[in-house]
């Protein structure tokens, strides 16, 4: 911007010409005054000539003796201060002229006087004083003169101050007030937060200084708060992320703990992170203790060459990993979210298996009590009507025997005694001491007291995840494997005994007892005796069936089938 200089400078200047123009007019009118100061004195001075001259005709006339001494009070007056000012520099010709015809005409009038001739004296006293009456009315115009120049200074003096102060008035309004109006009208609008603003160009050093300071001001102000601005946007929009996260945990948390944890449950909260965090792909990983892993995968599968680069975030609870969480993701992943919701669902398994192993020790602690209560209500009225049969078989008479009385009072001790050897069994099943609440370990250790009993092999082939079964499923299970397994070291006589539980290719529970005796030909004749109207029980109580089939090689195989307690894993 083109800056014409100083406003200081040139205020100053115009102050400075106002000064010397005020000066000036001063001046003037004290020179003028100074050169009119003699102006009366002079015409007074004239006008005693003319009454002196009056007085020399007078004194002649009368016959004055001494006419010396008037003519010397004359030429005193005529060479007087105040009327030798005719003859200045700065008196018009016209005054000097005529102030020096009056003196040769009074040379001529004082030779008249000397000679004693009065009367040319008195002829030519007309034409003196008219003489002296121009040079007092030359001397009377040329003090009007100097007034009418006074006067005329004055006038043309005001009217340039007048002339002068109104360009400065016109000047301080277009030049000084309007662009500081300017600059206070930016001022207040960034006093109300619009910093956005124009300053006035001003071609002044001062005003461009202030005007540049004030933009500087507004810049550096409109700077902080749009820094302020963006700090408080992020501020506001990591908060609301943070609160919808905390929603979306909480959802979830919610949803899992809402029912039972199963694996639909599971897979619905995958699913809503990778929808909520917008994900490629996402699958969750969960491994067991005998080293298998259940794998969930969110909708969308998970891609099979295993080309893209994976993030796990694992499922640690006590420095133990209970398995992890497997993304893969086109954008930066949101740590923070994917570690709370890994936490989150670590606790969930966490509580789901404490709550499952509570549940299961429940029916363990329960099945105590009811052997303890079987054994002492059951198992001591058997003993007691099984001897009341013995002492019935002795008591009596000859007289009262017979076939049919014998062959009632034998089936009577029969079935006493079987009734008294299975609830001896049952006993042995719910006295079952086992460290953890696992079904395997449990058909485990249910085998290997079977294998103290016989000499024949057994062996159990457990192939199962624990989250395919609930606690309430265990007992029936155990039950029905307990059956079959005795049943066959009871009847089909074999050598070798293989419990096989496993997981189908079409998603249904599997536990198979195959022995090599001596086939199915003796299960229906002994059908009450084997329980296997019991077996077929427990089997529909699992929402299962149960199958006896013979194999190919000899021998039997017991077949229970039945759905898992969720929808299997794809994976």
């Avoid at 408080?232 to 703990?257: C, G, P, Q, S, W």
């Avoid at 090599?516 to 029980?537: C, K, N, P, T, W």
Wanted: contains cysteine; aromatic residues 6%; proline residues 2%.
């Amino acid at each position: 911007m083109f800056t014409r200089g100083s406003l200081t400078s040139t205020i100053f200047s115009l102050m400075l010409i106002l000064i010397l123009l005020s000066s000036s007019l001063a001046v003037f009118s004290i020179v003028n005054l100074s050169f009119s100061l003699g102006d009366a004195k002079g015409i007074n001075a004239s006008g005693s000539l003319r009454m002196q001259s009056y007085r020399l005709l007078l004194y002649t006339n009368v016959g004055g003796n001494n006419p010396n001494k008037k003519i010397i009070e004359f030429e005193n007056t005529l060479s007087s201060e105040a009327l030798t000012r005719s003859l200045a520099w700065y008196s018009p010709k016209e005054l000097s002229d005529q102030y020096l015809l009056v003196i040769d005409k009074w040379k001529v009038m004082k030779s008249y006087i000397e000679e004693g001739n009065t009367q040319e004296y008195s002829k030519s006293l007309t034409g003196f004083v008219d003489t002296i009456d121009t040079l007092v009315l030359k001397m009377e115009l040329f003090a009007a003169l100097k007034l009418k120049l006074l006067v005329i200074g004055q006038i043309i003096g005001l009217s340039i101050l007048l002339v002068i102060a109104f360009f400065a008035v016109v000047f301080t309004r277009k030049r000084v007030v309007k662009p500081l109006q300017l600059l206070m009208d930016s001022a207040a609008k960034i006093s109300k937060g619009n910093f956005k603003v124009e300053m006035p160009k001003t071609g002044y050093i001062e005003l461009t200084a202030l005007g540049n300071a004030l933009q500087k001001t507004a810049a550096e102000l409109a700077s902080l708060y749009e820094d302020l601005e963006d700090q408080v946007n992020e501020k506001t929009l990591a908060l609301t992320r943070a609160n919808n996260e905390l929603n979306f945990l909480y959802d979830n948390l919610i949803m899992l703990h809402a029912d039972k944890l199963d694996y639909k449950a599971l897979q619905s909260a995958i699913n809503q992170l990778k929808y909520y965090e917008n994900l490629t792909y996402l699958r969750l990983v969960i491994e067991h203790d005998d080293g298998t892993k259940d794998i969930i995968n969110a909708e969308g599968g998970w891609p099979t060459d295993n080309l893209s680069e994976s993030v796990h975030f694992p499922l640690l609870i006590e420095q133990t990993q209970l398995g992890y969480l497997d993304v893969i993701s086109n954008k930066p992943l949101n740590n923070i979210l994917f570690k709370n919701f890994s936490m989150m669902l670590t606790r969930s398994i966490t509580i789901h298996n404490a709550t499952e192993q509570r549940q299961q020790l429940a029916l363990l602690e329960e099945r105590s009590v009811i052997a303890r209560e079987l054994h002492d209500s059951i198992g001591q009225l058997l003993s007691f009507l099984k001897i009341q049969v013995s002492l019935l078989s002795k008591s009596l008479d000859n007289s009262c025997r017979s076939p049919e009385v014998e062959e009632q009072l034998l089936g009577i001790n029969e079935g006493v005694s079987i009734a008294y050897v299975q609830l001896r069994e049952l006993l042995s099943t719910f006295r079952l001491t086992i460290k953890e609440p696992n079904l395997g370990q449990a058909i485990e250790v249910m085998l290997d007291q079977l294998r103290h009993q016989t000499n024949i092999d057994i062996q159990l082939n457990y192939k199962l995840s624990p989250h395919l079964l609930e606690a309430k499923q265990h007992i029936h299970i155990l039950q029905l494997v307990r059956e079959a397994t005795l049943n066959a070291i009871k009847h089909a006589k074999p050598a070798h005994i293989v419990v096989d539980c496993q997981l189908t290719e079409n998603d249904m529970i599997t536990i198979s007892i195959c022995d090599d005796g001596i086939g199915v030909s003796h299960l229906a004749e002994r059908d009450q005796h084997f329980g296997i109207g019991i077996m077929h029980e427990r089997a529909n109580k699992l929402n299962g069936v149960v199958s006896f089939n013979s194999n190919q090689n000899g021998g039997t195989t017991v077949t229970l089938s039945f759905p898992p307690q969720q929808e299997p894993l794809n994976g």
